[in-house]
């Protein structure tokens, strides 16, 4: 079975900080994606890599940032938290090109103060 | 604009009945899914379809690349179907997915 883990399952940090959300993935996956889950809005695509060292904006990548130096594991940094980040933050991973299937990760849910 | 769109948000049901919900896309696809979110956050795919129909135990889903709408069917339904269910479409670069907003399933017993 694919296994997606994220770092925490809860967070709570305060405005300002900066914030870490790790993700691993252990099926050798190429494709690693961020997305962010709010209420009436659903998933919305943050960052995504295509491998190691490679990065693509999504649909909202402002106020954050990724890392991808291992291809098991794909970061997610907020430079410098806002309360407008307090989110569900989900993490996927897929085999690379067109025909498969994402496997999510549990989610962090973060909560900015 | 949102790519894609479920209906109904909110859904709730007795034990027993059987259930539909629906999604319409806009954008050309190379495969739309299914998925299932129960409360606590975790995803899991149901589906993944790219024509015609496909069943797993009491689910079915069904697509009409044609008219750009797909269906989940739920027969017999269970409290245990209670969660939130997402239509998500792949575009036909593959790497791009579009997510609807999700339908909130409650199963009455």
């Known amino acids: 079975d694919v296994k997606v883990t994220q770092s925490s399952r809860y967070l709570v940090k305060r405005t300002g900080e900066k914030v870490f959300l790790e993700c691993v993935q252990d099926?050798?996956?190429?494709?690693m994606f961020w997305y962010r889950q709010d209420p009436g809005l659903g998933l919305r695509l943050i960052y995504f890599?295509?491998?190691?060292?490679?990065?693509e904006k999504g649909d909202i990548p402002e106020g954050y940032s990724v890392s991808r130096e291992k291809k098991e594991r794909f970061s997610l940094i907020l430079e410098s938290a806002s309360t407008n980040q307090t989110s569900m933050y989900l993490c996927?991973?897929?085999?690379?090109?067109?025909?498969?299937?994402?496997?999510f990760g549990p989610g962090t849910r973060l909560t900015v103060l | 604009k949102n790519e894609v769109e479920q209906s109904p948000q909110n859904l709730t049901a007795q034990e027993g009945e059987f259930i539909t919900i629906n999604c319409s896309y806009s954008?050309?696809?190379?495969?739309l899914h299914w998925l299932q979110q129960h409360p606590g956050g975790g995803i899991v795919s149901l589906f993944m379809?790219?024509?015609g129909k496909k069943k797993h135990g009491r689910l079915i889903a069904t697509i009409n690349i044609q008219e750009k709408h797909s269906s989940l069917h739920i027969t017999a339904s269970h409290p245990r179907d209670s969660a939130v269910y997402i239509c998500?479409?792949?575009?036909?670069?593959?790497?791009?997915?579009?997510f609807g907003t999700g339908t909130s399933l409650t199963v009455i017993p």
């Open positions: 996927a991973s897929k085999i690379g090109g067109g025909g498969n299937e994402q496997f």
């Open positions: 099926m050798d996956h190429e494709n």
């Open positions: 890599s295509y491998d190691v060292k490679m990065k």
């Open positions: 954008v050309g696809i190379s495969a």
């Open positions: 379809l790219s024509s």
């Open positions: 998500a479409v792949r575009s036909y670069t593959g790497n791009q997915f579009y």
